[in-house]
């Protein structure tokens, strides 16, 4: 092997190249000297910063699509009702559920809305959808999961088993968006069980089947109520579960009357709607949150409120 002559390596490098930049150097300006040496000690700077930015670790993503390790706990704790939908279709609902059962090989459902499903068989994918939950992988609201059976009859579906929840993710549902309630004061809430099946107004003579806010005879714990949020799609009450549970259940048709108070008119101004009761949820014990959907809006026709032009809301 030719050995190398390092000595003079070394001589070539200091002539040929360290030589010349030094001679470079020394013949320019003094403040030109200084402005060259910022120059380099800024883009030295820079690129060990574009260094450090490639090279760092990518932070993991958070796949929303990941959902509770131990799906049976997470159903324990937070049973719900559900909406029920196909699974390449959450927007179209084909009925509501509420959850019976959790096994880690299976889940049951009781259907108390259907709309659709009958439709369906084994082994068709479902897209179930709940109230937001925490969970490892952060908020979900929803899952697939397989229809292992599926119990129907004349009078349609009672009773559903399920495949173990899998693909639990977080879907956009809401259309309005709501506002919380925070001063009672400015609105009050009547609500009737009946239909908008007619134009007078006789049913707002009665006693209301639930007053938020205003004034019962009864005073049998409605002036506890309160409202928690409201949009132009729906509101939400909170009551006593007992007055609650007596009185309503889920997909109750409703009427109600909302007067509001109008901050730039310095007046409290009357609302007319119908709807349906779409959830019924026990809070701490103590409160029960009533979720109702406003299907229709009226408007009274004449001075002397007698009768109300009613119109879809689509």
């Known amino acids: 092997m030719e050995n190398f002559d390092f000595q003079s390596i070394i001589k070539q490098i200091q002539t040929q190249l360290i030589g010349p930049v030094e001679k470079f150097l020394t013949g320019l300006p003094q403040e030109s000297l200084y402005l060259i040496l910022a120059a380099a000690g800024l883009i030295a700077l820079l690129a060990a910063v574009f260094g450090y930015l490639l090279l760092r670790p990518k932070p993991k993503k958070n796949n929303k699509q990941q959902g509770p390790t131990d799906f049976v706990h997470f159903f324990q704790k937070s049973g719900t009702i559900m909406d029920i939908a196909a699974a390449v279709e959450h927007n179209d609902v084909l009925g509501r559920a509420v959850l019976t059962a959790v096994?880690?090989?299976?889940?049951?459902?009781?259907?108390?809305?259907?709309?659709?499903?009958?439709?369906?068989?084994?082994?068709?994918?479902?897209?179930?959808?709940?109230?937001?939950?925490?969970?490892?992988?952060?908020?979900?609201?929803?899952?697939?999961?397989?229809?292992?059976?599926?119990?129907?009859?004349?009078?349609?579906?009672?009773?559903?088993?399920?495949t173990?929840?899998?693909?639990?993710?977080?879907?956009?549902?809401?259309?309005?968006?709501?506002?919380?309630?925070?001063?009672?004061?400015?609105?009050?809430?009547?609500?009737?069980?009946?239909?908008?099946?007619?134009?007078?107004?006789?049913?707002?003579?009665?006693?209301?089947?639930?007053?938020?806010?205003?004034?019962?005879?009864?005073?049998?714990?409605?002036?506890?109520?309160?409202?928690?949020?409201?949009?132009?799609?729906?509101?939400?009450?909170?009551?006593?579960?007992?007055?609650?549970?007596?009185?309503?259940?889920?997909?109750?048709?409703?009427?109600?009357?909302?007067?509001?108070?109008?901050?730039?008119?310095?007046?409290?101004?009357p609302y007319w709607y119908a709807g349906k009761i779409r959830s019924m949820e026990n809070m701490d014990g103590q409160t029960c949150r009533v979720g109702v959907e406003f299907t229709v809006s009226g408007k009274m026709r004449d001075e002397n409120e007698q009768h109300i032009d009613w119109t879809h809301i689509k």
Not at 136 to 146: D, T, Y
Not at 173 to 193: C, M, S, T, Y
Not at 206 to 220: E, K, Q
């Open 164 to 269: 173990p929840p899998t693909k639990f993710k977080l879907v956009k549902r809401r259309k309005h968006k709501r506002k919380r309630v925070v001063d009672q004061q400015f609105i009050r809430v009547k609500l009737w069980l009946g239909r908008a099946d007619s134009s007078d107004t006789s049913f707002a003579d009665r006693i209301p089947d639930l007053a938020v806010n205003s004034y019962d005879p009864r005073s049998s714990g409605h002036e506890e109520n309160q409202v928690i949020n409201i949009s132009n799609g729906g509101i939400g009450v909170g009551a006593s579960p007992m007055l609650v549970e007596s009185k309503f259940n889920i997909d109750d048709d409703v009427l109600i009357s909302i007067f509001m108070f109008n901050f730039r008119q310095k007046v409290f101004k």
């Open 103 to 162: 096994k880690p090989d299976r889940i049951r459902l009781e259907i108390i809305e259907e709309n659709g499903i009958a439709r369906l068989s084994s082994p068709a994918e479902l897209i179930l959808m709940f109230p937001p939950e925490k969970s490892m992988a952060g908020k979900v609201n929803s899952f697939r999961a397989r229809i292992s059976s599926l119990e129907c009859d004349d009078e349609g579906c009672g009773r559903m088993t399920l």
